[in-house]
Structure formats: structure tokens, C-alpha cells
């Protein structure tokens, strides 16, 4: 069965601290993972996308890694700030065009 | 903002109305895909509309009915639905269905959040 499970479910930071949201997924075969940052209140939007053969990305404070032969992914936020409060959802697809979202990991960033 | 619009923004109702809830995308996509979000639950897909043909459903009940005039507009009927279908539904995008790959991104619309009394 095609899972996503992201942890931890919620996670409260101090603004300016640096964290470290975890997935790992049992979909196969695989085609790539997306982690998505939704605000409360509106729609996901797309922070990184990997294939198989990347190891890790970046858009700007946000680093994503790819383990595919542990099937793990790491989402890391450095310097966080008050805006990265938000949910932020792994979702994977597999060769069959599926998709397959985690439960997400909800962030509270104080200041 | 994304190229993905959504009214109404909130929607309440009773369980023997019928409203319907409507999606634009302005980014030239031929897919578009409705999703469910409930409280914490991942999120469920609905729907998926490829060059406006339906291509998935996802076993939802006959009380939710989509409607895909044109590439560009989805929509979403609603008629007698009970409380639990109180959530947030979501519309989505992408450039095409059925070819993996990073250009197959999907583009989120901001929701609608619909409460069922």
C-alpha cells in the first residue's frame, strides 16, 4: 500500500531557530517527491520537486533531501521567520501518475 | 497568488440545498483535479479532468458531481451532503495528466472552506 508518513505532526520554533520536518513514504515505483508549504486557509504551494536522482534541492531558506534507497526526505527551514508558520506536506508520485500526499506537518514559528 | 482562482471562498449550507462551487485556471493547463481536506487528514483526491474528460473518481459519493465545461473551468455540485462533508475543497492544475515528470506540477487554488449544517 502507497503510504506518506510525515513527523512530526506539529512543531512549535522560536524565530530565527533552524528545523528539520521528516517523511518517509512506501510508494513505488517511484517518480518524484514534492514537499508543498500551505498557509492557512489556502491552497499548497510548491517549495521543491526531486526525482530520483537528486540527492537535495533549495529555494532560498528551504533545503529539501532525497534518500531513495532509505525512501526518507527531509525538509530543512534555516533562520525560520515569523511567515514559515504553516503546514507543510510531503506528497509523492509514483510511475503511474499517482499521487499520494502525508498527513502534513503543521509549524508555528514565534517570535 | 497562483493562477488558480475559487469562489466562493466560504460556503455554508444546509443539508437539503444544492450550491455549486467553481475553479478557473488562467495558466493554459488541460488538467484540473478537485481535492478534499479535511481537518487533519491528508489530503483526498476527488476528480481529475484531462482535456475536460473525466479520467479519475475516486469513489466519491453521487452527492458531489463535477462539471468541466471548458479547460479552463471546473466545477463542483453540490446537493444533499451531510455534515462530515464539512472541509475544505481545493482545485487544482496541472500542464497535463498521465505524463510523470516536474512539468507535471499541479498548481493549487486557494480553496473553498464548506461548512455543512
Known amino acids: 500500500k502507497n503510504q506518506v508518513e510525515q513527523s512530526p505532526q506539529s512543531l512549535i520554533i522560536l524565530e530565527g531557530k533552524n528545523c528539520t520536518l521528516q517523511c518517509n513514504y512506501t510508494v513505488s515505483p517511484f517518480s518524484n517527491l514534492r514537499w508543498y508549504k500551505q498557509d492557512t486557509g489556502r491552497g499548497p504551494v510548491s517549495l521543491t520537486i526531486m526525482t530520483f536522482s537528486e540527492n537535495t534541492k533549495s529555494n532560498g531558506r528551504y533545503t529539501a533531501t532525497l534518500d531513495a534507497d532509505t525512501k526518507q526526505s527531509s525538509l530543512h527551514i534555516t533562520a525560520s521567520q515569523l511567515s514559515d508558520s504553516a503546514s507543510y506536506i510531503c506528497v509523492v508520485l509514483n510511475a503511474g501518475n499517482m499521487l499520494t500526499f502525508g498527513g502534513g506537518t503543521r509549524l508555528m514559528v514565534k517570535p | 497568488e497562483t493562477g488558480v482562482t475559487q469562489t466562493p471562498r466560504h460556503l455554508v449550507m444546509g443539508m437539503t440545498n444544492k450550491k455549486s462551487l467553481k475553479c478557473e485556471q488562467h495558466?493554459?493547463?488541460?488538467?484540473m483535479y478537485w481535492y478534499k481536506q479535511s481537518a487533519k487528514k491528508p489530503l483526498e483526491l476527488m476528480f481529475v479532468y484531462s482535456l475536460e474528460e473525466r479520467v479519475e473518481n475516486n469513489s466519491v459519493p453521487s452527492r458531489f458531481s463535477p462539471e468541466c465545461p471548458n479547460s479552463s473551468h471546473l466545477f463542483l455540485h453540490l446537493h444533499t451532503l451531510q455534515p462530515e462533508d464539512s472541509a475544505l475543497y481545493l482545485c487544482?492544475?496541472?500542464?497535463?495528466?498521465?505524463?510523470?515528470?516536474?512539468?507535471?506540477?499541479?498548481?493549487f487554488g486557494p480553496g473553498t472552506r464548506l461548512t455543512v449544517l
Open positions: 495558466l493554459g493547463h488541460n488538467a
Open positions: 487544482a492544475s496541472s500542464r497535463d495528466f498521465g505524463l510523470a515528470g516536474t512539468y507535471n506540477e499541479q498548481f
